[in-house]
């Protein structure tokens, strides 16, 4: 048996939308139709779950030093 492909989040497209807020956001895009669905989802949470830790460790340490 093969192993299943291992899938980045780099690999995945990026789609840039507009947030209510005016901001603009980078998402990654996942086909449904896609043969390796359960990994190129699993890499898309990771990468959003790790953007997520470093937006708030920022904010953590812009709070505790404010210059």
Do not use: C, H, W, Y
Not at 1 to 7: A, D, I, L
Not at 33 to 42: N, R, W
Not at 43 to 66: K, L, Y
């Amino acid at each position: 048996m093969t192993e299943p492909r291992k899938t980045r989040a780099s690999d995945l497209p990026t789609k840039r939308v507009v947030a209510s807020d005016g901001s603009v956001i980078q998402m990654k895009v996942v086909q449904a139709e896609s043969p390796t669905l359960g990994a190129d989802l699993l890499a898309a949470f990771r990468s959003n779950v790790r953007r997520i830790r470093e937006d708030r460790r920022d904010r953590q340490r812009a709070a505790q030093n404010p210059s």
